[in-house]
């Protein structure tokens, strides 16, 4: 009985990151987040993720802004104008789901999304945004779980507002 709850919590979360954001496995766009949106939580995750605390130089809670490394920006998936869906996790429990996303998209999704073309990414620069576009946002927002708060503090990555 160990043995298989042991496999199944490494089967849950494949990443060993604090903060991480993943990638569904086989999921062509964020299509298939929004039609299981129920059961989001045990959607199968890719092996490694697309962006881990690793790959993190700061995050501005206020603007939900990340400063990334270089090569954590030239691993971001190119999404179609559907979106590609992804898994933010902390500590092994998955917060919420989202999507990468094109500027050139005309495409409304309700959940975050990261703007994988704007406004900066060649400066590293992402921003997770409340939705797409920001007036589609219903809810709670989820990116201001504190559990994110927590675990980018412990890992000394929070920047203050404006930097």
């Known amino acids: 009985m160990l043995t298989l709850l042991t496999i199944s919590a490494v089967q849950a979360i494949p990443g060993q990151s604090t903060f991480a954001v993943y990638l ?9 987040l929004a039609r299981n949106a129920g059961p989001w939580k045990e959607l199968e995750l890719s092996a490694t993720p697309v962006i881990s605390d ?66 900066d990414p060649d400066q590293g620069v992402l921003y997770i945004e409340r939705a797409y576009p920001p007036s589609h946002a219903v809810g709670v927002d ?12 412990t890992l000394k990555k929070l920047s203050a507002p404006n930097k």
Do not use: Q
Not at 24 to 32: E, Q, V
């Open 54 to 119: 690793v790959d993190i130089v700061s995050y501005d809670f206020s603007r939900h802004a990340m400063r990334l490394r270089p090569e954590a920006i030239k691993r971001l998936p190119r999404p179609s104008v559907f979106g590609i869906p992804f898994i933010v996790v902390v500590n092994g429990d998955r917060i919420y789901g989202g999507a990468f996303y094109s500027s050139f998209s005309s495409v409304p999704f309700a959940l975050p999304v990261i703007v994988v073309n704007s406004p």
């Open 142 to 153: 989820p990116r201001s779980d504190e559990r994110i708060r927590n675990a980018l503090s």
């Open 24 to 32: 569904i496995d086989g999921a062509p766009d964020a299509r298939t």
